[in-house]
């Protein structure tokens, strides 16, 4: 299934200075590419939902109001580790642009 980027995301690409695409790679929701069309990474593994389909499902009433606040902030609390670790190499990391661009 082709995932669906959704207008959070493809704001959150503009204010970074990326293009957003589905990804032609199975494992990952995104491809990422600077301005130029130069390939950065893939990014959000696929099989789980992110910030902006969270807020899609409380929209048309599937999840409670709240949930995706609350689906942000877990994932916030478990992946700072992550970026601590990694310190200045974070930055332009698949983890970078997952954290930015979908949650």
């Known amino acids: 299934m082709v995932y ?6 493809k704001k959150r690409a503009k ?9 032609d790679n199975p494992k990952y929701k995104l491809e990422v590419y ?4 130069v390939f ?19 929209a048309e009433g599937e999840v409670p109001k ?4 609350e689906r942000q902030r ?9 970026i601590e670790k990694l310190g200045d ?3 332009g990391s698949r983890s970078y642009y997952s954290f930015l661009l979908l949650w």
């Open 66 to 69: 709240g949930y995706a606040k």
């Open 74 to 82: 877990l994932y916030w609390q478990r992946h700072h580790k992550e």
């Open 40 to 58: 950065i990474t893939y990014c959000g593994a696929s099989g789980y939902k992110d910030y902006p389909h969270y807020m899609k499902m409380e």
């Open 34 to 37: 600077d301005w130029h069309g």
């Open 89 to 91: 190499e974070w930055e």
């Open 4 to 9: 669906q980027i959704l207008p959070y995301t």
């Open 15 to 23: 204010e970074l200075g990326v293009k957003v695409f589905p990804s």
